[in-house]
């Protein structure tokens, strides 16, 4: 039972446009929500988060939008870059249990085309 | 700059063999982590600690021990690998966000 969906293995999208990656959760006990970039070879790098009481967060060129009624999540990339090539997880903490477990999606393989 | 260490980056074993996977951070963090990651899926919690001298079991925690004896230091033990632990082991360290080593890749033959 996965309870965060990455529906989209892949994007490709050409630099200089829009990336939008998309998440989908089925607990409603998530309190908060992070995405994360992995690069072949390097572990999972924190890239931006986001609580459960508020519904967007900005950082740069990333911006994560939450929609708790549709209990989706995406992450929206401009401009898009060639280094932004990696994949990308999303990732949910419970507010049940202890010590921040975190679940996470399968991931979305983002390429940026030059 | 060193973050989360782990050691080694690369393990063949056989089937009935048993190993350590070494994880140190430098960040004083009271929060540690182990995960696994297989070929096109998530992340999955084996097991956690909040501080020396304390571990609980994640979502997958058969076949595998912790400790925790210094805040520094979290091994991850495969006592009788099988061919189902083949994968890619992460450690990571902190609470919001959590922050990852450079993994482990092991294969069980």
């Known amino acids: 039972d996965q309870q965060v969906k990455q529906n989209s293995p892949s994007l490709s999208v050409q630099e200089g446009r829009i990336s939008i990656l998309n998440c989908d959760y089925t607990?409603?006990?998530?309190?908060?929500f992070l995405w994360y970039k992995k690069y072949p070879a390097e572990g999972p790098t924190f890239l931006i988060s986001?609580?459960?009481?508020?519904d967007k967060n900005e950082d740069g060129r990333f911006t994560v939008f939450l929609n708790k009624s549709a209990k989706h999540l995406s992450l929206h990339i401009v401009p898009s870059q060639p280094g932004d090539s990696a994949v990308y997880f999303c990732?949910?903490?419970?507010?049940?249990?202890?010590?921040?477990?975190?679940?996470f999606g399968s991931g979305t393989q983002l390429t940026v085309l030059p | 700059n060193a973050g989360v260490t782990q050691t080694p980056k690369f393990r063949i074993l056989k089937i009935g063999q048993s190993m350590t996977l070494q994880c140190a951070q430098d960040?004083?963090?009271?929060?540690m982590y182990w995960y696994r990651q297989d070929p096109g899926m998530g992340l999955k919690l084996i097991y956690y600690?909040?501080?020396?001298?304390?571990?609980d079991k994640g979502e997958v925690p058969n076949g595998y021990n912790v400790s925790r004896s210094t805040t520094e230091d979290f091994p991850l033990r495969l006592e009788l690998a099988a061919p189902s632990q083949t994968s890619v082991y992460f450690c990571?360290?902190?609470?919001?966000?959590?922050?990852f080593g450079d993994g482990t890749r092991l294969s069980i033959l």
């Open positions: 960040m004083n963090h009271n929060y």
């Open positions: 607990n409603s006990m998530f309190d908060y």
């Open positions: 990571a360290s902190g609470d919001q966000p959590q922050h």
């Open positions: 600690s909040v501080g020396a001298g304390i571990t």
């Open positions: 990732a949910a903490r419970s507010l049940s249990g202890s010590a921040r477990q975190l679940t």
């Open positions: 986001i609580s459960s009481i508020k």
